[in-house]
C-alpha cells in the first residue's frame, strides 16, 4: 500500500525546486523593471520557509548538531565564491589587473585599509564592554565588498542604462580581488588575540610572534602562494584549452563548463594546503582569459549566468533558513535599539567618504555622482559570512589544555561575531537591495504626481531646436470626426517635442520599421502618420489627405536581448608579441 515520506530530502529538494520554478516564472519582472536582487528575494523566501516561519527548512536538523551547520555553511559560501570569483576574473578584459594596477591598488590597499579602521572604530564605540581587539577582527569580516551582491549593479538592465562600462569592470575587480584580501586584516587581530588577549598567559611568544606569523604565514603562505598557485594554474588551463580547441578535442558543453571545473578544483586543492582559494580563483580566472579569447567566444552563452542565477538562489535561500534572527532580539551584546543606528552607521561612513576623497584619482570614476554611487555601493555579503566561520573555528582552538571551555578573554567573542556579523550581512542584503528600486519610485512620483494635479492650462511645452506641434485631443476638436470608442481619451493636451529622422514618404508607402531597444520592433511611418496613429483608420476623410498606416508588424524578441550590431567582436585582438 503506498505510504506518505515527507522525509527532509524530499521536502528540501520539492522547496528548492519549487521555489526556483515560482521565482524564474517572474525574474524579469522583478530583476528588470522592480530592480530587485535575487539575494533579497532569496532571502526573505529562506526565512519563509525557515523554522521561524513555515518549518519547512530546518537546517540544524539536518546538520545535527551547531558545530556541523557552522561547517557546513562555510564550505558551502566557499564553493560559491570559488564559483562567482572565477566567473568575475573571466568577465574581466584582457590584461585588466595589469592595465588598471594603479586605481586598483589605491583601493585594494589605502581605501581597503581605512574601511576596516573605520568600521572596527564604529564597532567599538557603539558596542558596550567590547575590546579592542574584538573590534578589529568583527570589522575585519565585514570589510571586503561582496561579488554576489554586487551583481545587481553591474548586471542587467539598470546597470546596462545607467552604469559605464569602466566604472562596471573596476567594481567586478575590487570586489574580487578583496574577498581574498581580508585574510590579513583578519589574521593581524586573531593573532593578537591568541597570543597578548589574555596577557600572554596561554601562549607564550607574546606580540613579537605574532606579528611574524601574520608576516610568514598569513601574507607569505595564504596571500602569495595563493597568488602564484592561481596564476600558474590559470596559465595552464588557458593553453590546454587551446591546444585542445585547435585539434577539435573538446566538445562545446565541455568547453562551457571549464571555467565552473577549474574553479572547483582550485577552492579543493587550495583548501588541502591551507592557501587562500578565494584569491586564487580571482586570480586564476583573470589570468585563464588573459588573451580575451574564452571571454569572447563564450560571450553570448546562458550558461555561466544560468550557474551564477542557481548559486545565488540557493546560497541565500540557506542564509536566510540558518541566520539567528532570534539573536538581533535576544542577545548579550547589545539590545536591538542600538543594533540599527551600528548598521546604518557602518553602511554610510564604512566607504562612502573615502571614495568622496580619493575619487579623483581613480580615472574610472566621472564625477561627484558616479563617486556617490560607487561609494554608497559596497555591499557586505558572503565574504562576509565566509570571514566570520574562519573566526568561530579559530576561536574554537584557544582553549586552554585542551578542553572543551575557551578561554576566559574569548568566552564573549564568538556571540560578538555571530551577531554583529550577520546583522551586518542582512542590512546590506536589504538596504542595497532596496536602493535602487526605492531611488526610482521616488524619482517617478513626484513627477506623476505633479502631472496629475496639473491642469492642462498649467502645461507648457517643451520646445527642442524651436520645433513645437501642439495636438489636442479634446472632446471639443475630436466629437464629430473622433469614432465613439476612442471618445474616452484625457482631454489633456499632448505636445510632439521635436521632429522625426525618419524621411518623409508618401501616405500610402509600407511603413519601415525601427528597432528599439529592448523592446520589440515596432512600424514607424510618416510623422503625419506618428501624429495621428490614435485615429481610426476606417474614417480617413478625418485626418485630410493622409492615409492611416497599415498595422504594424512585429518581431518577437525577449526584452533583454541586445541588437546584433552591440555585440562585442567574436574574436581577440593579437597583439604583435604573439603573431611573433
Given at each position: 500500500m503506498p505510504t506518505l515520506s515527507p522525509t527532509n530530502f524530499n521536502i528540501v529538494v520539492s522547496v528548492l525546486g519549487g521555489w526556483i520554478s515560482l521565482f524564474g516564472l517572474v525574474s524579469y519582472l522583478l530583476k528588470e523593471n522592480f530592480y530587485l536582487s535575487e539575494a533579497l528575494i532569496s532571502l526573505l523566501a529562506g526565512l519563509s520557509f525557515s523554522p521561524h516561519a513555515a518549518n519547512?527548512?530546518?537546517?540544524?536538523?539536518?546538520?545535527?548538531s551547531e558545530e556541523n551547520l557552522n561547517a557546513i555553511t562555510l564550505y558551502f559560501t566557499r564553493l560559491v565564491l570559488g564559483v562567482q570569483l572565477v566567473l568575475a576574473g573571466v568577465q574581466l578584459p584582457s590584461r585588466y589587473l595589469k592595465e588598471e594596477w594603479k586605481p586598483l591598488a589605491l583601493l585594494l590597499g589605502p581605501i581597503?585599509?581605512?574601511?576596516?579602521?573605520?568600521?572596527?572604530?564604529?564597532?567599538?564605540?557603539?558596542?558596550?564592554?567590547?575590546?579592542?581587539?574584538?573590534?578589529?577582527?568583527?570589522?575585519?569580516?565585514?570589510?571586503?565588498?561582496?561579488?554576489?551582491?554586487?551583481?545587481?549593479?553591474?548586471?542587467?538592465?539598470?546597470?546596462?542604462h545607467n552604469v559605464p562600462k569602466d566604472l562596471q569592470k573596476i567594481i567586478i575587480a575590487e570586489s574580487g580581488a578583496n574577498d581574498g584580501l581580508g585574510y590579513p586584516f583578519l589574521f593581524f587581530a586573531l593573532y593578537l588575540i591568541k597570543y597578548i588577549g589574555d596577557g600572554g598567559v596561554s601562549e607564550s611568544g607574546g606580540a613579537g610572534l605574532a606579528i611574524g606569523l601574520w608576516f610568514g604565514e598569513t601574507w607569505g603562505y595564504t596571500i602569495i602562494l595563493s597568488v602564484i598557485y592561481g596564476a600558474v594554474l590559470g596559465w595552464i588551463a588557458k593553453e590546454l584549452l587551446h591546444f585542445c580547441e585547435e585539434r577539435k578535442f573538446v566538445d562545446r558543453e565541455s568547453f562551457l563548463v571549464f571555467a565552473f571545473s577549474l574553479a572547483l578544483f582550485i577552492t579543493g586543492t587550495c583548501g588541502m594546503i591551507g592557501s587562500d582559494d578565494i584569491l586564487a580563483c580571482f586570480i586564476a580566472g583573470n589570468v585563464f582569459t588573459w588573451d580575451d579569447w574564452f571571454r569572447l567566444q563564450t560571450l553570448d552563452d546562458s550558461l555561466q549566468p544560468t550557474i551564477d542565477m542557481l548559486l545565488n538562489v540557493t546560497i541565500f535561500m540557506w542564509y536566510g533558513a540558518m541566520c539567528p534572527w532570534h539573536s538581533f532580539v535576544s542577545n548579550g551584546v547589545m539590545p536591538i535599539y542600538r543594533l540599527v543606528p551600528l548598521g546604518i552607521l557602518i553602511l554610510l561612513f564604512r566607504r562612502l567618504p573615502l571614495i568622496l576623497a580619493l575619487y579623483k584619482k581613480i580615472p574610472q570614476i566621472d564625477g561627484l555622482r558616479q563617486a556617490i554611487f560607487m561609494g554608497f555601493f559596497g555591499p557586505i555579503g558572503c565574504s562576509a559570512i565566509f570571514y566570520l566561520y574562519v573566526t568561530l573555528e579559530f576561536i574554537a582552538t584557544l582553549n586552554p589544555n585542551q578542553g572543551s571551555a575557551p578561554r576566559w578573554d574569548?568566552?564573549?567573542?564568538?556571540?560578538?561575531?555571530?551577531?554583529?556579523?550577520?546583522?551586518?550581512?542582512?542590512?546590506?542584503?536589504?538596504?542595497?537591495?532596496?536602493?535602487?528600486?526605492?531611488?526610482?519610485?521616488?524619482?517617478?512620483?513626484?513627477r506623476t504626481i505633479s502631472r496629475t494635479l496639473s491642469a492642462p492650462e498649467d502645461l507648457i511645452a517643451f520646445q527642442t531646436n524651436g520645433r513645437v506641434v501642439p495636438w489636442s485631443r479634446s472632446r471639443d476638436e475630436t466629437a464629430v470626426n473622433t469614432p465613439t470608442d476612442s471618445r474616452s481619451m484625457s482631454a489633456r493636451p499632448v505636445f510632439r517635442i521635436g521632429g522625426t529622422v525618419i524621411p518623409e514618404r508618401a501616405p500610402t508607402a509600407q511603413p519601415a520599421t525601427m528597432p528599439l531597444s529592448n523592446a520589440s520592433e515596432v512600424a514607424v511611418g510618416s510623422r503625419e502618420d506618428s501624429e495621428v496613429s490614435p485615429i481610426s483608420p476606417e474614417e480617413p476623410e478625418s485626418l485630410g489627405s493622409v492615409a492611416s498606416p497599415a498595422p504594424p508588424g512585429r518581431i518577437i524578441r525577449f526584452p533583454d536581448e541586445a541588437p546584433p550590431d552591440d555585440k562585442e567582436p567574436r574574436e581577440p585582438k593579437r597583439d604583435a608579441a604573439t603573431e611573433a
Open positions: 519547512f527548512v530546518r537546517p540544524l536538523e539536518y546538520a545535527g581597503m585599509t581605512a574601511m576596516w579602521v573605520i568600521t572596527s572604530l564604529l564597532i567599538w564605540a557603539l558596542v558596550p564592554n567590547l575590546p579592542f581587539l574584538h573590534a578589529l577582527t568583527i570589522g575585519a569580516c565585514v570589510t571586503p565588498t561582496d561579488p554576489v551582491l554586487s551583481n545587481v549593479i553591474v548586471k542587467g538592465r539598470f546597470a546596462d574569548v568566552a564573549n567573542l564568538q556571540e560578538e561575531v555571530l551577531v554583529l556579523v550577520w546583522f551586518m550581512v542582512i542590512c546590506s542584503v536589504v538596504v542595497h537591495g532596496l536602493s535602487i528600486p526605492l531611488g526610482k519610485f521616488g524619482f517617478y512620483l513626484p
